[in-house]
């Protein structure tokens, strides 16, 4: 018997997750509406209406991101059933 020999089985997943890449996606897209945010109180250009530009880029951001993450999973997931 020897000792501190691993053996491994471990295949990586084939498939990507739409779902989780949806949801990576949002939270990427929370992420840098919120630097965007930043960036605009530091150097103090915020609109009239912050509460409606806040929200309309959270929503932006996470719709855009989501829908940018999941189109990568399906396009990967796609050419890597064709290999």
């Not at 990427?28 to 919120?34: V, W």
């Not at 880029?57 to 189109?71: D, N, Q, Y």
């Amino acid at each position: 018997m020897r000792v501190g020999v691993l053996k491994r089985s471990f295949e990586p997943n084939p498939r990507w997750s739409r779902r989780s890449s949806a949801i990576n996606g949002g939270l990427a897209g929370i992420a840098i509406a919120a630097l965007h945010q930043v960036y605009h109180a530091i150097s103090n250009n915020s609109p009239d209406i912050i509460y409606a530009y806040v929200i309309g880029e959270m929503v932006a951001g996470v719709a855009g991101g989501a829908l940018l993450f999941t189109a990568i999973s399906a396009l990967r997931n796609c050419l890597k059933r064709r290999r």
